[in-house]
């Protein structure tokens, strides 16, 4: 076959894999994988961000996120609109893309077939069902591969050529690779050590090599510096979400034999990274992947099994380190953190994993093509098919009809927050905080009046004719709380909001918003006119002495630029605090600072501790920080007597 016959034949095999790459990645993308993720929530949010007009370097919500991702997923969402789509199709052009660079970057490893090697790795990861999953996620994660593949592509070139540019380029793929995620602090490790093996082994470009490295480092660094500067800033923020996951050294080794299982015994087991368990490769291919790793090991291009005539044994073993490198130092962000194998800290390893069961199908195309020409391109295409179809069915077929990813993928946290935007027609909606502000829920109802605070700690009445309280059909904190009792007894109805599978999503109460005589009256109130620096007011208020508590019924007067603290003091005859009930509004879940003028709050304290006596009640405000009360008209310590409290 002619040079030009054979680019031609590599051109079309590369267009028909992109192909394949392109259907598995976009086809119902905009179907499945379903809901928003709470991951996906916060990329949603932090891309709408920058479209209003945010310029962040680095995400501190979510235990702490690079940034860089964030502004490619905002430019699709200012082309497709707002929503999960135009986040999975960032990741799945980054995975079409992934698929054509690991072409260029596994050609790159000096042994003999390389080119077509990387082109049958490609066919591997254009077909991976762990590579297609993230491709069809939306979260930075699926940016890894990508970003190694070049940072070693160019790596590779310049320690063959010893072309200070290409190191250089290196250099600036590592730079940006740190500002989409994590894992990437650990990728300076792969150029040192390959140019530290090769200068180790070749001492003729030692000199060349350690200019190369250094010359890589500083350019990285110059690209990292801004972020650098960020975290000297802000220490802690560089490693939240590596305290929160790293392991000690018992479970680091407990990691390496689960770590080595993942490709052929048992993957990941979280259903949002995986169809549960399922190992990296399927069974065929995983016996490609386990002669290719022999064959990597023996650090030869052909074992004696598969002698070719014209191929001897004049071989450099800089390419099997090369591979061996890659593969170490992207594992360890999974070896060193918990629930392992995760394949979200391992994905650094693709596509270069690829290039292990890939070898073993050359190198056996070769073998058969020696013996059996006609057989040996079919066996190939076969073997990759079969691959190919395994990865299909498992994912649209298998993994689609699971019941598991519905809620892996929050879903049903999709379904509640367009209840929320469906009630809030009706006015303000008061949900409870695990609801409202989980990222999903947020992201979902952006722009809608949902207001957050832990039910069973209170109530809060709107300004207006009705009030909504919704929470989770299963929230436990709701069973027989004063506030639950107190909704009944002012004649709420409460309904029942399914999911989009009719299971039951979420419990409401819809109440026509009483008159403050009303409530006072169907709650047992004493009537109260006290206004607090003319911004709070307490209109009602009872005693209740088995068990002690106060209940309180505030005004939102005026808008507060401040949180204000609650302080509730039990007094002795003698004028000393013996107790407090002091806190912020509604177990500080709905702090001052969040009141709408109007609203009226509904809250139970109850002291710690009282024994048995007649103690006088006072209550007031406070600033937390510097101690200072809130004025209360002719009281100078600004402390309203609510009466005597007797405890038996």
């Known amino acids: 076959m002619s040079l030009r016959t054979e680019s031609r034949a590599h051109l079309w095999a590369m267009l028909a894999i992109l192909l394949v790459a392109g259907a598995l990645r976009f086809w119902r993308l905009d179907q499945f994988p379903p809901g928003l993720s709470v991951d996906e929530a916060y990329n949603l949010l932090d891309a709408q961000a920058i479209l209003d007009g945010g310029r962040p370097i680095f995400l501190p919500d979510n235990a ?305 093509a020696a013996r059996r020409r006609a057989w040996a391109t079919p066996a190939m295409m076969g073997i990759l098919l079969v691959s190919l179809a395994w990865t299909a069915w498992d994912y649209f077929g298998v993994f689609a009809g699971r019941p598991e990813p519905y809620y892996a993928y929050d879903a049903e946290k999709v379904a509640a927050g367009q209840a929320l935007k469906a009630v809030a027609s009706e006015g303000p909606v008061y949900a409870a905080r695990g609801l409202a502000d989980h990222a999903t829920v947020r992201a979902v109802t952006r722009g809608v009046d949902v207001r957050a605070y832990d039910p069973s700690r209170g109530v809060v009445l709107a300004d207006g004719p009705t009030t909504l309280f919704l929470w989770a059909r299963d929230e436990p904190s709701m069973a027989a709380s004063p506030p639950l009792l107190a909704l009944n007894t002012l004649g709420a109805q409460r309904f029942l909001i399914p999911d989009d599978r009719g299971q039951p999503l979420l419990v409401g109460y819809r109440l026509l918003t009483p008159a403050p005589s009303d409530v006072r009256a169907m709650l047992g109130l004493r009537p109260g006119q006290v206004r607090f620096g003319e911004v709070i007011g307490l209109s009602g208020y009872r005693l209740l002495a088995s068990p002690p508590a106060v209940v309180l019924m505030w005004n939102a007067l005026a808008p507060l630029e401040r949180d204000w603290t609650v302080f509730v003091h039990f007094d002795d005859a003698q004028g000393k605090t013996l107790a407090f009930a002091d806190g912020d509004p509604l177990g500080g879940t709905y702090p001052t600072r969040r009141w709408q003028p109007g609203e009226r709050i509904l809250e139970w304290r109850a002291p710690k501790d009282l024994p048995p006596g007649v103690y006088r009640v006072r209550v007031g405000w406070y600033d937390r920080g510097s101690g200072a009360r809130l004025p209360l008209p002719g009281v100078p310590d600004a402390a309203f007597d609510l009466g005597e409290a007797t405890v038996p």
């Open 64 to 368: 702490g996120r690079e940034a860089l991702y964030s502004y490619w997923q905002a430019g699709l969402v200012a082309l497709l609109g707002y929503g999960a789509f135009p986040l999975r199709v960032a990741s799945a052009l980054i995975g079409v893309l992934t698929v054509a660079v690991s072409v260029w970057c596994l050609s790159a490893l000096p042994w003999p077939r390389a080119r077509q090697t990387a082109l049958v790795a490609a066919a591997i990861l254009a077909g991976l069902f762990w590579h297609v999953l993230f491709s069809r996620f939306g979260i930075r994660a699926i940016s890894m591969p990508l970003l190694a593949a070049l940072m070693l592509g160019w790596l590779w070139r310049g320690m063959m050529t010893g072309q200070m540019k290409l190191f250089a380029l290196a250099g600036v793929a590592l730079g940006v690779a740190v500002y989409t995620g994590t894992a990437a602090r650990v990728l300076p490790l792969a150029p040192v050590l390959s140019l530290g093996y090769l200068a180790w082994t070749d001492r003729t470009k030692a000199r060349q090599t350690v200019l190369g490295l250094v010359l890589l480092l500083a350019v990285a660094g110059l690209v990292v510096l801004p972020l650098a500067v960020y975290f000297l800033q802000f220490p802690v923020q560089f490693s939240t979400h590596l305290n929160e996951v790293a392991v000690g050294p018992a479970d680091l080794l407990a990691n390496i034999p689960r770590v080595l299982a993942m490709f052929n015994l048992r993957g990941d087991a979280a259903w949002w990274r995986n169809l549960a368990g399922r190992p990296v490769f399927d069974p065929l291919m995983g016996i490609a992947f386990l002669v290719g790793l022999l064959v990597l090991l023996a650090g030869r291009p052909n074992p004696p099994l598969l002698r070719l005539e014209g191929q001897g044994e004049g071989f450099s073993t800089l390419a099997p380190i090369l591979v061996l490198i890659w593969l170490g130092v992207m594992l360890i962000p999974t070896l060193a953190a918990d629930a392992a194998p995760n394949f979200s800290r391992a994905i650094g390893i693709l596509p270069v994993v690829c290039v292990i069961p890939a070898r073993a199908l050359v190198l056996g195309y070769d073998w058969l």
